[in-house]
Structures are given as C-alpha cells and as structure tokens.
C-alpha cells in the first residue's frame, strides 16, 4: 500500500499567508510522501533480503518517524488553513473546554502563539488527550520529537522556516503566527475536536 498526496487539502486564498508560500510549501509536503512510500518499500526489500537486522536497516527505522510525521502533520496542517472561517461561538464545545482549561479563549491563543513562537524548528499541536478530556499545547521538534502517543491534534501550525521564509524573513516568525492565527478553519478544527471528544477518530483528510 502506498500513500497518495492529499490534493483537496491544498489552501488557497489566505490572506498574509501568499499562493507562493503554500505552493513551495506544498513542493515539501509531496517530498514528505514520497519519502514515507520510499522508506515502506526500503524497509520491505531489506526484510525479503534477510537484512532486517542491519545497520543500513536501523538507520532507514529511525528516519522512518520523520518523513511519516512529516506527511501526517504536513496533512493536519493544510486541513486547518482555510481564509475567512469565523472563528467558534462562545457557546462551542471547544471555545468552552479552552476557557475552562485556560481562564479564557484569548489566554489559549496567546499561549498556543508563545508555544509557536518557541526557539526551533517544528510545530506548534494543541492536542486532545481523549482519555482524560484535557487540552494542552505541545511543541514537536523537527517532526517527531513531542508527538504524545494516543493524543489526538486538534490545531497543528508549522512553524519550520519552509513555512514563512517566502513571505517573511527569517526573523518573521511572529508575523507568519499572526498571519496563520486569522486563517484557521475552526470549522475543521472543532469537527475534530468533536470527533475525539465523542470517541470517534476524526478525519485527517
Ligand atoms: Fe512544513
């Protein structure tokens, strides 16, 4: 079985956030693809040899949590970027957990900011764990260090310089936030929070 690139989720139309800057983006996330179908098959052909147990075999393991975190992410990403989506009534489910679990809505925000703003190159994931109903702002480094077993992503903002480095400079990351803060589509986002909470295993895509 082989992954496919999941062209419906491709934004476009955002606004501080150009066509240029997801098309080259997008280039990356293909790339993310390719290379976990590449590594599936690596890793397959090198069983069949009876060379599972080699360092060559190893090495491709341990790079097989950065490309499939790359494609996963990558795909939350996308989904979650959408121009002029209102963002949820006060009343919603999820605006009601985050001001419970923060002291407010707007406290949320500014933490899930400052988490994006942290000093690597990752990504920013305010994830559901679904067995204790607790929301939590995580910082993933590179793809796969931080990723919490069984939690489930709720709004996941790629702040790799590949993110912002065609419309900003590298300097620009807290524009690139606040540009990403005023594109979500928090009508994905509370379907999957929604989902999780209900115990259902929301749509990536
Ligand atoms: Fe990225």
Same mark, same amino acid.
């Given at each position: 079985?082989?992954?496919?690139?999941?062209?419906?989720?491709?934004?476009?139309?955002?606004?501080?956030?150009?066509?240029?800057?997801?098309? @080259?983006?997008?280039?990356?996330?293909?790339?993310?693809?390719?290379?976990?179908?590449?590594?599936?098959?690596?890793?397959?052909?090198?069983?069949?040899?009876?060379?599972?147990?080699?360092?060559?075999?190893?090495?491709?393991?341990?790079?097989?949590?950065?490309?499939?975190?790359?494609?996963?992410?990558?795909?939350?990403?996308?989904?979650?970027?959408?121009?002029?989506?209102?963002?949820?009534?006060?009343?919603?489910?999820?605006?009601?957990?985050?001001?419970?679990?923060?002291?407010?809505?707007?406290?949320?925000?500014?933490?899930?900011?400052?988490?994006?703003?942290?000093?690597?190159?990752?990504?920013?994931?305010?994830?559901?764990?679904?067995?204790?109903?607790?929301?939590?702002?995580?910082?993933? @480094?590179?793809?796969?260090?931080?990723?919490?077993?069984?939690?489930?992503?709720?709004?996941?903002?790629?702040?790799?310089?590949?993110?912002?480095?065609?419309?900003?400079?590298?300097?620009?990351?807290?524009?690139?936030?606040?540009?990403?803060?005023?594109?979500?589509?928090?009508?994905?986002?509370? @379907?999957?929070?929604?989902?999780?909470?209900?115990?259902?295993?929301?749509?990536?895509?």
């Amino acid at each position: 079985m082989a992954y496919e690139v999941k062209v419906h989720l491709k934004p476009s139309g955002l606004k501080g956030i150009s066509e240029n800057q997801i098309a @080259q983006h997008w280039k990356l996330y293909e790339g993310y693809v390719a290379n976990t179908n590449g590594l599936l098959a690596e890793l397959e052909a090198l069983r069949k040899e009876g060379k599972g147990a080699s360092p060559l075999y190893a090495d491709r393991r341990r790079r097989f949590g950065f490309e499939y975190n790359g494609m996963v992410l990558h795909e939350y990403y996308f989904g979650n970027l959408k121009a002029g989506v209102a963002e949820p009534a006060g009343t919603s489910a999820l605006k009601t957990a985050l001001a419970a679990q923060f002291g407010s809505f707007d406290a949320w925000k500014d933490d899930f900011a400052k988490t994006g703003a942290s000093r690597s190159i990752g990504w920013a994931i305010l994830y559901l764990d679904p067995a204790a109903g607790v929301l939590a702002n995580h910082f993933v @480094q590179l793809h796969e260090e931080g990723n919490v077993a069984g939690f489930v992503p709720i709004l996941v903002m790629d702040v790799w310089e590949h993110a912002y480095m065609v419309d900003q400079t590298a300097t620009g990351r807290p524009d690139y936030i606040k540009a990403f803060a005023e594109n979500i589509n928090w009508d994905a986002v509370s @379907q999957r929070y929604d989902d999780a909470s209900a115990g259902k295993i929301p749509a990536r895509f």
